[in-house]
């Protein structure tokens, strides 16, 4: 059960913003919200996480709603290399040990020229 | 480059081989996993090792049988696997508290 739901697929232009969207209406308290992608035959690759405040990176933002059931993970400026699954992740962090990720089936963007 | 090395990058293998994959990580974490990714599917964790010691077995067949000599590698030993079987095995590692898993580019497997 990977706890986040998302489109099945989008289509983004390239050099435009993509915006993916995420829900997780159950996530608990002490739960982050993770994002991965993964390029076709290639492994996972980590992008991004946060608990509540948004957070930027140089790969991508990611806004978290305030009541935290819903998040967006932005990227800006797309380009052909970032058509890749993607994947949003709810998990708890913290001193009990690692919790392992659950990989839903994501987003499969298209960036199109 | 994540810092998480697998060879082979691909395998063929019979059912009746026994093969290894490898993984090895550059970047000094103490916990390493192994996932598997058949078509059309999910990742599934298969085993976690922290610190050298299994500390999760996701119902795995005994047929894969996983070995972590030291923090920095770890393997999967395959004998006598199924057609199923075929998939793309991915290796990742992460800090020890901090736990954001870093992945190797993976192995795919095909069983003949």
């Known amino acids: 059960d990977a706890k986040t739901t998302q489109p099945t697929s989008m289509d983004c232009a390239e050099g435009r913003a993509a915006n993916l969207p995420c829900n997780h209406s159950t996530i608990s308290g002490n739960e982050y919200v993770y994002w991965y992608r993964q390029i076709h035959s290639q492994g996972p690759q980590y992008i991004i996480h946060g608990l509540k405040n948004n957070e930027t990176n140089e790969m991508a933002s990611l806004i978290i709603t305030e009541d935290r059931k819903s998040s967006t993970l932005i990227l800006p400026h797309a380009t052909l290399r970032d058509t890749a699954v993607y994947y949003c992740i709810v998990r708890v962090l913290g001193n009990s040990g690692n919790t392992p990720l659950v990989f839903g089936k994501g987003t499969r963007l298209s960036v199109i020229a | 480059e994540t810092g998480v090395t697998q060879t082979p990058r691909h395998l063929v293998m019979g059912m009746t081989n026994k093969k290894s994959l490898k993984c090895e990580q550059h970047?000094?974490?103490?916990?390493m996993y192994w996932y598997k990714q058949s078509a059309k599917k999910p990742l599934e964790l298969m085993f976690v090792?922290?610190?050298?010691?299994?500390?999760e077995n996701n119902s795995v067949p005994s047929r894969f049988s996983p070995e972590c000599p030291n923090s920095s590698h770890l393997f999967l030993h395959l004998h006598t696997l199924q057609p199923e079987d075929s998939a793309l095995y991915l290796c990742?590692?992460?800090?020890?508290?901090?736990?954001?898993?870093?992945f190797g580019p993976g192995t795919r497997l095909l069983v003949l």
């Open positions: 990742a590692s992460s800090p020890d508290r901090v736990e954001t898993q870093y």
């Open positions: 970047l000094g974490h103490n916990a």
């Open positions: 090792y922290n610190f050298k010691e299994q500390t």
